[in-house]
């Protein structure tokens, strides 16, 4: 099933003031620097003279737009790109965005961040009025809403302001048109979504680090409830639906974003750090040394050695040439992969009392085989700090936790827990632990319902990963 969870998605998009003879070549740098947040599938739709033209497919960016594609990709002054996991609807090709659509009144391309939470009963009522999917994800929802609204309304702007009103649940949404952008966070702001300018041009995207790496200038996140319109080389903004309450994912900050990434005002590497002074405080332990789980467990890791004064050191060399255990699709092959992702240092494991952190546990299996090696390769004592409270419900708003039956913390008490891991003592960051750590930060309202049961919204009885998948005649 599932060791890590998994990353939703990412989007980014440019608006320029000229024809860019290579944007499909900028969109790319773009949605490489965005690839922790999907590496299932990705697309890029450039708009060429009001023409959408666009490419997409299973894979990495950079196996997916290699020369050949590229110098094949349209030259245009607006574009958008997308790097996907599937949160909703399975991983193929159908599936992969952006979605691009031909109507009546010209032609639409969406990229989409998220879940809606309504998605079965609007996509009913569609096919009730007759509408044809071809896809099994929630986007192709939110271009049928669109579309019909458009229809009914004299601009595309009018036609995402009632669609806002008509979707629920997480959506951060990049769109073109045939003469316009726009970048639409959802009334909660469940997902990230942040605006740049790289000379004249607008860009958009998921994280800041992606604003870093094209070497464009970070300008302000899209506030929930938003829609920011890029046309004729003017940015206009109009809050549609602003007096909601906030519930930007609190794994933004504990898993999802770059650690270099700022969001809603807050660097991710800094709030990590801060769960790691937290822990440190909240469980003390004697130790030789502290050690993160590459990557996700390093940036707490430090703030647990910076607090404790005990000293900080790596136990394990990770391979930057193996995917995510969680893809493959079997326990065995998970343990093969983990093996030759994370091989241990022999020489500053043996002997030692070890703080090893991580960021989270979903299903345990990942940091139960990596208790064991680190023992088998001569560690006197092994003890797990989690830099977030205990995964015990599932997430309607955009990953990959539809389901509590394979979370280790569903009916298990922390002794449990650690007995089935192995580890020599386990502890969690305290749910006040976290509260302290958002009001250092300033941050009001993160959507913690994976640790709570409690959501900013309401949400629907399940939420199921492929509950479009089966078609019943």
Partial sequence: ???????????????????KVELANSLCVGLSALQHRG????????????????HKDIGLVSDVFTKAVLRDMPQGKMGI????????GKSKKSNAQPM?????????????????????????KLEDEGAIFTTTSDTEIICHVIVRERLKTGSIEQAVKNTMKIIKGAYSLLVISSKKMMAVRDPHGFRPLCMGK??????????????????????????????????????????????????LCVFEYIY???????????NVHIFRENAGRYLAKQAPVDADIVAGVPDSGIDAALGYSKESKIPYDIVFIKSKYIGRTFIQNTQNKRKKMINLKLNPLKETVKGKKIILIDDSIVRGNTLANIVKTLKAEGAKEVHLRIASPAFVDVCYFGTDIDSKENLIANGRTVEEIRKKIGADSLEYLSIDSLKKITKGCKIDNLCDGCFTSKYPIKVPKEIKKDRFEKIKI
């Fill in 1 to 19: 099933m599932f060791n890590k969870l998994k990353e939703e998605c990412g989007v980014f998009g440019i608006y320029s003031k000229e024809t």
């Fill in 39 to 54: 590496e299932e599938s990705c697309g890029i739709a450039i708009n060429e003279d009001g023409i959408i033209q666009f």
């Fill in 81 to 88: 790109g997308h790097v996907r996991y599937s949160t909703t």
């Fill in 100 to 124: 691009v659509v031909r109507h009546k009144k010209g032609n639409l391309a969406v990229v989409h961040n998220g879940n809606l939470t309504n998605a079965v009963e609007l996509k009913s």
């Fill in 198 to 247: 790289l000379g004249k041009d607008i860009v958009f995207s998921s994280e800041s680090c992606a604003l870093d790496i094209m070497g464009a200038k970070f300008e302000r996140d899209i506030e929930p409830g938003e829609i920011v319109t890029v046309t004729n080389n003017k940015v206009t903004s109009d809050k549609v639906l602003p007096n909601e309450k906030k519930g």
């Fill in 256 to 266: 999802f974003g770059r650690p270099d990434s700022i969001i809603d005002g807050i």
